[in-house]
């Protein structure tokens, strides 16, 4: 998830902490509190991305592929995360060290804030396609939730708006509220964003706006009502990502009866849960070959998904609903030689869910991210790395794809 959306819902996650407790003694503690809490849950919900920090100073892609979302995006780690966070708030703070020491309310509601917002940086890191692998190292796969786009504009409006209404200076709020508009106005001009979508947005912030206020400034109504609309938004992703999977399968199936599906990691349109964009991986263990495919899937046949997001590739029809942009295709045991030949492709390997091969150059990568408008930042020149220069360091995360691995490949390509 993108860093403004993380900070967007540990506010209000931090807000909502904050009213929940028994008030301070008097206004000034409560007010610090007020602060201490929303920074320190903001802070907790970008806090796991310090990563990033880090993964740039090693060997690239691996640095990034392999650490990003590595070992600060685990549950056991969470914890002196939490600690590391408290202990620097307590150091740097000095107003709000003088409140905690004299307010088991306000320690409690530091808890709770950082808490929520570790935890929170990690459910909406697992709702992208990227992935993450919570629980290592007692169990080192990986997870993805294939249901929300790592910019997700509803969010913004939902818990932004209400947010906006506790701001106490009015510049600063009617500043948010106006960009909020006008960020919502250029993706549906610019054909990021369908206008009925932006529509929608737009009245369900004026609703969370028409909460929050009549809920008063140490209300929290209209915050509620947001993170319940954030709920409601991530159940129905999952929902149809799950069906739009299940027909993207079908649909090639049908195209190619003798290989079987693996993989379909689907990646959702911002605030349209009809259109999705896929990529697939299918295995012929039998005849040695594995096909990557990409596309754009909608749910309503005639309904036209963002322009600006569907691109303008020639689309072939699989289905009515399922159309593929591109697919390429590769030995089975040409990736498998290449695994146990070259150990920074089988490093390489611990990352790709869809690991597309190029014979005629060595190179390797990731299909979900065939066509970023940046170009495919997986790329793996292996052609280009002496086999003495081992990677180390290496997180033993489970290989996406040891079902492609593993399978013996008795064909001939």
Known sequence: MDNLTHSIIGAAVGAVVQRSLAPEADTASQRLRHRLLLLACALASNFPDLDLILSPLLQQPLGYLLHHRGFTHTVLLAIPQGLLL???????????????????TARSGLGLAIGAGLALHLLMDYTNSYGLHPWYPFDARWFYGDMVFIIEPLFWVVLGVPLALLVRRPWLRYG??????????????????????????????????????????QGRAGLLLGLGLSLVFLCLQAGTSYLGRQAVTAALQQHDSKAQVLDVAMTAFPSMPLCWAYASVESNPKHGYYRLRRGVLSLIPALDCPAALVGQEASQPLSPQVGEF???????????????????????????RLPALTLATGTLGDYRFA???????????TAAQPASACPSGVPQWDYPRKDMLAAPATGIF
């Not at 408290?86 to 088991?104: D, E, I, M």
């Not at 408008?373 to 997986?378: A, D, L, M, R, S």
């Open 326 to 352: 591109a697919h390429v295709m590769a030995p089975l045991a040409a990736l498998q030689e290449l695994q146990q030949k070259n150990c920074v492709a089988d490093a390489w390997l611990r990352f790709a």
């Open 176 to 217: 948010w509220l106006m960009l909020l508009g006008v960020v919502l106005l250029a993706l549906a001009t610019m054909n990021y964003l369908l206008w009925p979508a932006a529509l929608l947005l737009g009245a369900l912030g004026l609703a969370g706006a028409l909460v929050q206020r009549r809920a008063g400034e």
């Open 86 to 104: 408290a202990g620097l708030l307590w150091l740097l703070w000095p107003a709000a060290r003088q409140l905690l020491r004299t307010s088991r």
């Open 371 to 381: 066509a970023t408008p940046k170009g495919n930042f997986t790329t793996l020149e």
